[in-house]
C-alpha cells in the first residue's frame, strides 16, 4: 500500500509551484513575442532588400536601351534623313555588337496633320513587310502621339503607356512600352525652350520595350543577388488598380494581394509606375522555419519541468520536517518513560539513557556514557554471567532475565 504525501502548510508555501509555473508562462510568452518580432523585423528588412534590388534591376534594364538610342542618335543628326539612316544602321549592326539583329528601332516623324509617320528603322532581314507593317500598328496608337510631343517638348528620352495590342513578333505583344528620344538639328542656335526645340526638330528615335522582358532581366538579376524568388507585380499610375496592371507574376492574384508597405512608386523616363514585390516565400506556412515555435515548446517543457521540481522538493522537504518531529517525539517519549531504557551498540557500550535509568544506577548521563562504558556495568551478574548473557544474546537475538 503506498502513501501519498499532499502539500501541506502555509499558504504562501503551497502556492510557490503555482508561482514558478505563472514564471515560467510569462518568461517563455516574453521569448515567444520578441521572437516573433525579431522574425518580422528580419522578413520586412529581408523584403526591403528585395524591393530595392528589383527596383534598381529595372531601372538599369530601362537605362541599356536608353543608352543604345543616345549612341544612335549622334549617327542620326549625321545623316539628316530617315533613308540615309536606315542604310547606316545596317552598316552599325552588322559592324558592332550593341545593335542586336531584327531589333525594330525607328526613325519617326510626323506628318503636316500631326500624325506619327515612319522614316526609316532597323529592318529585320528576311521579311521587312512584316517590320513595316508593325511599326504603322505601332504609331496607330494614341499613346505614341502623346509620348512624341512630351519628349520634343521637353528634350528628353520618355516611355509611353503600354501598348497592349498583340503587334508582331519585332514588337511582342501584351504590354510594350515605346522608348522614344527627339533628335534636334545641330547648329548654333541654343535650344532651351519648347518653341525652340520644336524648330530644331529632326524627328524621333523610338524603340519598342516588351513589358515581360523587362521584368524578367531585372528578376533574374534581383534573384541572384537575394538568393530568394520575388513575385512582382508592376503598375501604370498611382493607384493598384486592376485595369492598371501590366504585369503579374504572383499566379493571377488580385492586385490587393500586393497591398502595403512594398507597393511604392517607381518613376523612369516621364512613366510613373507602382511597383509591387513580395517574397515568393512569404506567403508559405513558415512555422517549421522560424524559431518561435521552437522557443515556445522549449519554454513549455523547462516550466513544466521547473514546476514538477519545485513541487517535488517541497513534498520531499516536508516529509523531512514530518520525520524529523516523529524522531522529536519518538526522543521526547524515550526521555519521559518511568522504567528504565538504555540502548547500546553490538559491542555492549551504552549509546542512548534515559533518566529513569540514570536513577536506577545512580549515575550521571555522561558517566553512563562514556567511551569505555558497558550495558552490564553496575550489575550483578553473578548468579547468570556476563558472558552468558551476551552468548545468548547472539545465538538468539534476546536476553531476559532479573539482575
Given at each position: 500500500?503506498r502513501?501519498?504525501?499532499?502539500?501541506?502548510?502555509p499558504?504562501?508555501l503551497?502556492a510557490?509551484?503555482?508561482?514558478?509555473?505563472?514564471?515560467?508562462?510569462g518568461?517563455t510568452a516574453?521569448e515567444v513575442?520578441?521572437n516573433?518580432r525579431?522574425?518580422?523585423?528580419?522578413?520586412?528588412?529581408?523584403?526591403e532588400?528585395?524591393?530595392?534590388?528589383?527596383?534598381?534591376?529595372?531601372?538599369?534594364?530601362?537605362?541599356h536601351?536608353?543608352?543604345?538610342?543616345?549612341s544612335?542618335?549622334?549617327l542620326?543628326?549625321g545623316t539628316?534623313?530617315?533613308?540615309?539612316?536606315?542604310?547606316?544602321?545596317?552598316?552599325?549592326r552588322?559592324?558592332n555588337?550593341f545593335?542586336?539583329?531584327?531589333?525594330p528601332?525607328?526613325?519617326?516623324?510626323?506628318?503636316?496633320a500631326?500624325?506619327?509617320?515612319l522614316?526609316?528603322?532597323?529592318?529585320?532581314?528576311g521579311n521587312?513587310?512584316?517590320?513595316?507593317e508593325?511599326?504603322e500598328?505601332?504609331l496607330s496608337q494614341?499613346?505614341?502621339?502623346?509620348?512624341l510631343e512630351r519628349?520634343?517638348?521637353?528634350g528628353r528620352?520618355?516611355?509611353?503607356?503600354?501598348?497592349?495590342?498583340?503587334?508582331?513578333?519585332?514588337?511582342?505583344?501584351?504590354?510594350?512600352?515605346l522608348?522614344?528620344?527627339?533628335i534636334?538639328?545641330s547648329?548654333?542656335k541654343a535650344?532651351f525652350t519648347?518653341?525652340?526645340?520644336?524648330?530644331?526638330?529632326?524627328?524621333?528615335?523610338?524603340?519598342?520595350?516588351?513589358?515581360?522582358?523587362?521584368?524578367?532581366?531585372?528578376l533574374?538579376t534581383s534573384?541572384f543577388q537575394?538568393n530568394?524568388?520575388?513575385?512582382i507585380?508592376l503598375?501604370?499610375?498611382e493607384?493598384?488598380q486592376?485595369?492598371?496592371l501590366?504585369y503579374d507574376?504572383?499566379?493571377?492574384?488580385?492586385?490587393?494581394?500586393?497591398?502595403?508597405?512594398?507597393?511604392r512608386?517607381?518613376?523612369?523616363?516621364?512613366?510613373?509606375?507602382?511597383?509591387?514585390?513580395?517574397?515568393?516565400?512569404?506567403d508559405?506556412?513558415?512555422?517549421?522555419?522560424?524559431?518561435?515555435?521552437?522557443?515556445l515548446a522549449?519554454g513549455l517543457?523547462?516550466?513544466?519541468?521547473?514546476?514538477?521540481?519545485t513541487?517535488r522538493?517541497?513534498v520531499?522537504?516536508?516529509r523531512?520536517?514530518?520525520?524529523?518531529?516523529q524522531?522529536?517525539?519518538?526522543?521526547?517519549a524515550?526521555?519521559q518513560?518511568?522504567?528504565g531504557?538504555v540502548?547500546a551498540d553490538?559491542?555492549?557500550?551504552r549509546?542512548?539513557?534515559?533518566?529513569?535509568?540514570?536513577?536506577m544506577?545512580?549515575?550521571?548521563?555522561?558517566e553512563?556514557?562514556?567511551?569505555?562504558g558497558r550495558l552490564?556495568?553496575h550489575?550483578?551478574?553473578s548468579?547468570?554471567g556476563?558472558?552468558?548473557?551476551?552468548?545468548?544474546?547472539r545465538s538468539?537475538?534476546?536476553?531476559?532475565?532479573?539482575?
Amino acid at each position: 500500500m503506498r502513501s501519498r504525501t499532499t502539500l501541506i502548510g502555509p499558504g504562501w508555501l503551497r502556492a510557490v509551484p503555482w508561482v514558478v509555473l505563472a514564471l515560467g508562462l510569462g518568461i517563455t510568452a516574453l521569448e515567444v513575442t520578441g521572437n516573433r518580432r525579431i522574425a518580422r523585423q528580419i522578413h520586412q528588412l529581408r523584403s526591403e532588400q528585395a524591393h530595392t534590388s528589383v527596383n534598381a534591376a529595372l531601372l538599369d534594364q530601362l537605362e541599356h536601351p536608353a543608352a543604345l538610342l543616345q549612341s544612335l542618335g549622334a549617327l542620326a543628326e549625321g545623316t539628316g534623313n530617315g533613308q540615309g539612316f536606315t542604310a547606316e544602321l545596317d552598316r552599325i549592326r552588322h559592324g558592332n555588337s550593341f545593335l542586336e539583329e531584327g531589333q525594330p528601332v525607328a526613325w519617326m516623324g510626323m506628318d503636316a496633320a500631326g500624325r506619327p509617320i515612319l522614316l526609316g528603322h532597323h529592318r529585320k532581314e528576311g521579311n521587312p513587310s512584316q517590320s513595316l507593317e508593325a511599326w504603322e500598328k505601332v504609331l496607330s496608337q494614341p499613346q505614341v502621339r502623346r509620348v512624341l510631343e512630351r519628349s520634343r517638348d521637353e528634350g528628353r528620352p520618355l516611355l509611353s503607356d503600354p501598348i497592349r495590342e498583340r503587334i508582331s513578333s519585332d514588337v511582342p505583344g501584351g504590354s510594350s512600352l515605346l522608348l522614344v528620344m527627339p533628335i534636334y538639328a545641330s547648329g548654333d542656335k541654343a535650344i532651351f525652350t519648347t518653341a525652340s526645340r520644336r524648330e530644331a526638330l529632326q524627328g524621333w528615335l523610338a524603340l519598342p520595350l516588351p513589358v515581360e522582358a523587362l521584368v524578367d532581366g531585372a528578376l533574374r538579376t534581383s534573384q541572384f543577388q537575394i538568393n530568394e524568388p520575388v513575385d512582382i507585380q508592376l503598375f501604370r499610375g498611382e493607384r493598384p488598380q486592376s485595369e492598371a496592371l501590366i504585369y503579374d507574376s504572383t499566379g493571377g492574384q488580385p492586385p490587393a494581394a500586393m497591398s502595403g508597405s512594398l507597393v511604392r512608386p517607381l518613376e523612369a523616363f516621364g512613366s510613373r509606375w507602382l511597383l509591387g514585390t513580395r517574397l515568393a516565400w512569404g506567403d508559405r506556412d513558415t512555422t517549421g522555419l522560424e524559431p518561435w515555435p521552437r522557443v515556445l515548446a522549449a519554454g513549455l517543457l523547462l516550466t513544466g519541468l521547473m514546476t514538477a521540481l519545485t513541487h517535488r522538493l517541497m513534498v520531499l522537504d516536508r516529509r523531512r520536517q514530518q520525520a524529523l518531529e516523529q524522531v522529536r517525539l519518538s526522543a521526547e517519549a524515550f526521555r519521559q518513560i518511568q522504567e528504565g531504557v538504555v540502548i547500546a551498540d553490538p559491542d555492549g557500550r551504552r549509546r542512548i539513557v534515559n533518566a529513569a535509568y540514570c536513577r536506577m544506577l545512580g549515575a550521571e548521563e555522561g558517566e553512563l556514557l562514556r567511551a569505555d562504558g558497558r550495558l552490564l556495568d553496575h550489575a550483578d551478574t553473578s548468579r547468570t554471567g556476563t558472558e552468558a548473557i551476551w552468548q545468548e544474546v547472539r545465538s538468539s537475538g534476546r536476553w531476559e532475565g532479573e539482575i
